[in-house]
């Protein structure tokens, strides 16, 4: 019995072995994403709560065969302050290729029904133009 109960100390998980050893920074919430899509349409500011800007956007993914696709759309939002970045992605045309890489996260909200409705976020980290369709050269083709 003796033997028993020495490996018993051993069978309980120590506070040491329940902390991340691999990493020293805390442990996030959010999981990383990466999207290769066409852009649904051009992007847009909008101010917060707070008064910062936010580009938004959204992109379309297809997937499955010619016959029967399907398309799932993706909220993003680039938090880019004024500059390069941001007006490089304000400077994009519906149907630009794109490939964005970010933090997301599960939002649960009230529906208008009552009943509780769920959205991920996610917001923009990398960004990449993989095919670009010029937002100002669509718009004087159009006014043309």
């Given at each position: 019995?003796s033997f028993l109960t020495s490996l018993r100390p051993t069978t309980r998980l ?131």
């Amino acid at each position: 019995m003796s033997f028993l109960t020495s490996l018993r100390p051993t069978t309980r998980l120590s506070p040491f072995l329940l902390t991340r050893t691999f990493s020293t920074t805390p442990r996030s919430h959010l999981a990383r994403m990466t999207i290769v899509g066409r852009l649904a349409d051009a992007p847009e500011i909008v101010a917060t709560s707070s008064g910062q800007d936010v580009v938004r956007y959204a992109l379309g993914t297809s997937h499955g065969p010619k016959n029967n696709r399907q398309t799932s759309w993706w909220r993003v939002a680039c938090f880019a302050p004024e500059g390069g970045l941001r007006d490089l992605v304000m400077g994009l045309g519906k149907g630009s290729l794109v490939y964005v890489e970010g933090d997301c996260s599960m939002n649960k909200f009230p529906g208008k029904d009552g009943s509780t409705q769920s959205a991920l976020s996610i917001v923009q980290r990398n960004f990449e133009i993989l095919d670009r369709r010029d937002a100002r050269a669509e718009e004087q083709a159009e006014s043309e």
